[in-house]
C-alpha cells in the first residue's frame, strides 16, 4: 500500500458518521439501526456504530464496514481505490469543512454504459391506454401526449421519459419506484436553462409536477423525483446560471418540510430566489401532495396556485421596475 493511501485512509475513515447519516437517513448513530448488509434482511435494528473504531457492525449476521466498505456496498465497487475516489469526490473539501459541502455522484464513468431508451419508450407509449392509473389520478390527458409518458405491462408500471437515456417509473398496483441507473436527471431540468422562465415550481414527484400543469398549462415544473435528490437541483441551477425565482412546493409532511427549509437555504448561499410555499395548507390533514389535492379538490387548488401564482408575479414585476429605475438613476 501505497504512502498517499495510508494517508488518504486516516483522512476519510472518520467520515464513516457523516456518511451514515447523510447518505443512509441514519437519524441517531447511538442506538442500533436496520443492518446495511444487502444479504441480511433486518427487521430488528441490528447495527451499531463505533466512533471509537470507525466502524458498524451487525451483531446478528456479523458484518463489519468501514466508510470504503459501506461505498462499496453502495456503488457496487469492489476495487480500493476506487472506493477511495469515491470517498473523496463524496468529500471534495474535507481540508476545510466538508460538512458544508455537497456534491452529485453521477456515475456515467466507465462503469455504467448508457443505454437508449427511444424503442422502448415508444412500446410503452402504445399500451398507454390498457391503464387508467393517471385518469384515476386526474392528470390531463393531453400531458401524457406531450412527455410521451407510457405503460410496461410487463412490469406494471407507468414510464415517464426524462431524457432518451433516462426515465422514471412507478407502479400502478403497487408503491414501486423506479429509476433508470446512471444520473438521476430531474423531470424538465431543461427549463433551468432558460431565466425567461421565471418562476419555476419544483415539486418532488412527476405526479406532482403534472398535478399543477394540469390546472395550469401554462406553469414551468420542475420534479425533483424523490427529495434527496435535491442536490441535483443546486448543481443544475449553478450550472445553467439560472436567475428566476424558484418556488418549492414540497408534500405536507416532515420530509417535505425539512427538505424545503434545507433546500431554500442551500439556494438562498447560492443567491438564487426562492421561495417556500404551501399549495395545499388548506386542505385536511390526510391531503399530502399536489395528487392528492387535485383529486380532492381541483378548484380549490386551482384557486390556491392563481392566488400564490399571482403574487409572485406582482412581486417579480415590482423588482424589475425598481431595477430599472436604479439603472436610469
Ligand atoms: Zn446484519
Redesign the pocket.
Known amino acids: 500500500m501505497s504512502y498517499q493511501n495510508r494517508t488518504d485512509i486516516d483522512k476519510y475513515k472518520p467520515l464513516l458518521a457523516d456518511y451514515l447519516l447523510k447518505y443512509h437517513n441514519i437519524r441517531s448513530l447511538r442506538k442500533p439501526f436496520n443492518?446495511?448488509?444487502p444479504?441480511?434482511n433486518?427487521n430488528h435494528p441490528?447495527?451499531s456504530y463505533s466512533g471509537r473504531y470507525n466502524i458498524c457492525k451487525?451483531?446478528?449476521?456479523?458484518?463489519t464496514y468501514d466508510l470504503f466498505g459501506l461505498i462499496g456496498i453502495d456503488y457496487n465497487i469492489d476495487s480500493f481505490p476506487e472506493q477511495i475516489e469515491i470517498a473523496k469526490s463524496l468529500y471534495p473539501n474535507i481540508n476545510t469543512d466538508y460538512q458544508k459541502e455537497f456534491y452529485v455522484i453521477e456515475r456515467n464513468d466507465n462503469n455504467y454504459k448508457t443505454i437508449d431508451f427511444t424503442n422502448y419508450y415508444q412500446k410503452c407509449k402504445k399500451n398507454i391506454f390498457k391503464t387508467n392509473y393517471l385518469e384515476n389520478r386526474k392528470i390531463d390527458k393531453s400531458l401524457l401526449e406531450k412527455y410521451n409518458v407510457g405503460y410496461d405491462e410487463n412490469k406494471e408500471m407507468i414510464i415517464f421519459p426524462i431524457n432518451k437515456n433516462s426515465y422514471f417509473a412507478r407502479g400502478v398496483n403497487s408503491d414501486l419506484k423506479l429509476k433508470s441507473k446512471g444520473t438521476s436527471y430531474l423531470w424538465n431540468e431543461e427549463l433551468l436553462k432558460d431565466s425567461d422562465n421565471n418562476i419555476i415550481y419544483v415539486t418532488e414527484s412527476i405526479i406532482d409536477s403534472l398535478s399543477l400543469e394540469t390546472i395550469n398549462k401554462d406553469v414551468k415544473t420542475v420534479a425533483l423525483n424523490g427529495v434527496s435528490n435535491y442536490k441535483r437541483l443546486i448543481k443544475i441551477v449553478k450550472e445553467f446560471n439560472y436567475k428566476g425565482l424558484l418556488v418549492l412546493a414540497f408534500d405536507k409532511d416532515k420530509t417535505g418540510l425539512y427538505y424545503q427549509i434545507l433546500v431554500d437555504k442551500e439556494l438562498t448561499d447560492i443567491n438564487v430566489d426562492s421561495f417556500s410555499c404551501s399549495l395545499i395548507n388548506n386542505f385536511d390533514d390526510n391531503c399530502k401532495d399536489l395528487n392528492n389535492a387535485l383529486m380532492e379538490n381541483r378548484e380549490k387548488l386551482e384557486k390556491n396556485f392563481e392566488y400564490i401564482n399571482l403574487n409572485l408575479e406582482k412581486n417579480i414585476e415590482k423588482k424589475e421596475e425598481k431595477r430599472k429605475e436604479e439603472l436610469e438613476l
Open positions: 443492518c446495511l448488509n444479504n441480511h433486518d441490528s447495527m451487525c451483531f446478528a449476521c456479523g458484518a
